[in-house]
């Protein structure tokens, strides 16, 4: 890991290495000042010998950028690249022993333990030997950190974040998460706003996922999928076979589970998470009940914006093989070590 240093004279956002991004610096209105800002360089970005290093401007400011004029006020000094005496890996290797896989949800509208807060709103942290990544924030970061705290969760534990789709309800907790632990990697569709890309991943390695990506051995994102909100989904590798996590399945939820069957080259075990059903028909259900059949998924644990009626149809149609989901459920498999 190293770390890039700079002061700064101006509007500035976007810092990208090599033509990847690897965060933001914090905007701030005009000031006759210097602002310096850090930033973590993921080692891999780097090549021997020549690198790109390249800032963008933000906002205009109208008493000193003009078009044709823009570059003018922007100064920069003490850019140097400096490496961190001591490294901290973006995910650690899995450490010997930890064989098993751990879903907890640490974000649910449903009750699972009762002492626990819900809030509508998704979130699930998934454990793998040293490995610690937190699928979704939920609706608020104060209600978020309690639920992960009496989990046994610190936000310092956590190595990725992955946001599923830019909802309130599965963002609302990010900001929160991250003023605890800027030391994570985000990936989060490319297409969340710019909004929510600049002013909120702050000092975070950011990731935009344009496509299905293998975030760690493993362990996979579907990329993004729908035509209106942009999903991503969770794939993750155990003995039992894939688990995929789902935020609220806007693309259809069938559609999700063959994406990550393509992805992660195996049959489904598990989908977790919210499955977007809520007022569908009898028989919508029935033909997603045969879809699953077709496509192998061997359990289910639908929360969060599944629907009553939806969560019901599972729950008959699945019988031992569903899990009621909420907020504090534990579930566990064995990993498979690749
Ligand atoms: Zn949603
Ligand atoms: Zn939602």
Redesign the pocket.
Same mark, same amino acid.
């Given at each position: 890991m190293l770390r890039l240093e700079f002061e700064g004279h101006e509007h500035t956002n976007r810092v990208k290495i090599n033509g990847q991004t690897i965060g933001y610096l914090p905007s701030q209105t005009w000031a006759d000042m210097w602002m310096s800002a850090a930033l973590p360089v993921p080692a891999d970005l780097l090549r021997v010998g020549y690198n790109e290093l390249s800032i963008e401007a933000g906002r205009v400011i109208p008493d000193c950028q003009v078009p044709g004029n823009a570059w003018d006020e922007l100064l920069f000094r003490h850019v140097r690249l400096e490496r961190v005496p001591t490294p901290t890996p973006q995910m650690p290797t899995p450490v010997s022993g930890g064989r098993t896989m751990t879903i907890t949800v640490v974000f649910d509208n449903n009750a699972y333990r009762p002492e626990l807060e819900t809030a509508?709103?998704?979130a699930a942290v998934v454990q793998r030997g040293g490995q610690a990544i937190l699928f979704?924030t939920g609706a608020d970061g104060r209600m978020l950190l309690a639920n992960m705290a009496a989990l046994g969760f610190a936000p310092a534990d956590l190595d990725v974040i992955v946001l599923?789709?830019e @909802?309130a309800?599965?963002t609302g907790g990010l900001e929160a998460v991250l003023k605890q632990n800027p030391n994570v990697t985000v990936y989060l569709p490319q297409a969340f706003s710019t909004r929510l890309k600049e002013r909120v991943v702050v000092g975070a390695r950011l990731v935009e996922v344009s496509g299905p990506v293998e975030i760690a051995s493993g362990l996979w994102s579907t990329g993004p999928m729908g035509d209106s909100i942009i999903e991503q989904g969770l794939v993750v590798q155990t003995a039992s076979g894939l688990t995929l996590l789902t935020?609220?399945a806007?693309p259809g939820i069938v559609a999700m589970v063959r994406r990550a069957r393509e992805v992660g080259k195996g049959e489904m075990d598990l989908v977790l998470g919210?499955f977007?059903l809520a007022g569908a028909s009898k028989s919508t259900l029935e033909g997603i009940m045969a879809d699953f059949r077709e496509l192998g998924v061997a359990r289910v644990a639908p929360c @969060?914006?599944t629907g009553e009626q939806a969560i019901t149809a599972f729950a008959a149609a699945y019988g031992a093989q569903y899990t009621r989901c909420g907020v504090g459920l534990v579930i566990q498999r064995e990993r498979s070590i690749r």
């Open positions: 509508w709103g998704f979704d599923s789709h @909802h309800d599965h935020g609220c806007h919210g977007h @969060h914006c």
